[in-house]
């Protein structure tokens, strides 16, 4: 499967993003997918899973409550909706998917084998 992610821009505090992940290649609803981020000089981050139902997501704390991960499998993209942003969200944005046999989240980067080629979100004081 390939990946490819988009959406990210510029924005004020406050603001809000929806970030879009779109896969090409077949069964794409037998993958989870993940989103990850990047600052400058920082590690990968993990940011939000969705199983392949769509039935299962998971955050890590610093997004919860403010980011919102959904997936249309018919049309092969799994969207992260970034509300309330500040300036610690700026980072590359990447979403990644691993493919697996049940309904099941992958949280650490290490668990996924197909990545794309990120989105830069910048959030302004």
């Known amino acids: 499967v390939q990946l490819q992610a988009y959406g990210g821009g510029w924005v004020q505090a406050g603001g809000s993003l929806r970030l879009s992940c779109a896969a090409s290649?077949?069964?794409?609803?037998?993958?989870?997918v993940g989103w990850f981020r990047q600052a400058p000089g920082k590690e990968r981050d993990f940011v939000a899973s969705?199983?392949?139902?769509?039935?299962?997501?998971y955050y890590a704390d610093s997004v919860k409550g403010r980011f919102t991960i959904s997936r249309d499998n018919a049309k092969n993209t799994v969207y992260l909706q970034m509300n309330s942003l500040k300036p610690e969200d700026t980072a590359v944005y990447y979403c990644?998917?691993?493919?697996?046999?049940?309904?099941?989240?992958?949280?650490?980067?290490?668990?996924?084998?197909?990545w794309g080629q990120g989105t830069q979100v910048t959030v302004s004081s």
């Open positions: 290649g077949r069964m794409f609803s037998s993958y989870t």
């Open positions: 990644a998917a691993e493919r697996t046999d049940r309904d099941r989240l992958v949280v650490v980067a290490v668990g996924y084998d197909y």
């Open positions: 969705i199983t392949s139902s769509g039935r299962i997501t």
